[in-house]
C-alpha cells in the first residue's frame, strides 16, 4: 500500500508563510505527477500546483507568484512553500501522487488524509 502524509499546516496571520510537505511511503518504483489541491468548506476541490517528476511545475492562474511547489524525488517528497497568505487561501490542502508501483505497467493515484491551513485577517 501507498501512503501519503501531510504536514505544515496550521494557523497564520493574513500576509505570512507557510510550508507544507508530503511524503510518500510504501513500495514505490517510481513517481510521476505529485501535486497539491485544497478545498474550502461549501466549495469543490481545486488544484493549488503540481509538479511532474523532471521537475516541470503548473499552477492554478490565481495563486502564481504567491505559492511555489518543489519536490525532493530522492525523498518522495512534494513541498509547498505559500506566501502572502489572505483569508481566502483557507482551506484543507490535500497531497496528491501519481504511483506506479513494482511489478506493475499501470500507476494510480493516491491522497493524503489532508492537513488544515487557517489564515486569520
Known amino acids: 500500500q501507498v501512503q501519503l502524509v501531510e504536514s505544515g499546516g496550521g494557523l497564520v496571520q493574513a500576509g505570512g508563510s507557510l510550508r507544507l510537505s508530503c511524503t510518500a511511503s510504501?513500495?514505490?518504483?517510481?513517481?510521476?505527477?505529485m501535486g497539491w489541491y485544497r478545498q474550502a468548506p461549501g466549495k469543490q476541490r481545486e488544484l493549488v500546483a503540481g509538479i511532474t517528476n523532471s521537475g516541470s511545475t503548473n499552477y492554478a492562474d490565481s495563486l502564481k507568484g504567491r505559492f511555489t511547489i518543489s519536490r525532493d524525488n530522492a525523498k518522495n517528497t512534494v513541498y509547498l512553500q505559500m506566501n502572502s497568505l489572505k483569508p481566502e487561501d483557507t482551506a484543507v490542502y490535500y497531497c496528491?501522487?501519481?504511483?506506479?508501483?513494482?511489478?506493475?505497467?499501470?500507476?494510480?493515484?493516491?491522497w493524503g488524509q489532508g492537513t488544515q491551513v487557517t489564515v486569520s485577517s
Open positions: 510504501g513500495i514505490i518504483s517510481w513517481i510521476n505527477v
Open positions: 496528491n501522487a501519481d504511483v506506479r508501483r513494482p511489478f506493475t505497467t499501470t500507476s494510480n493515484y493516491y
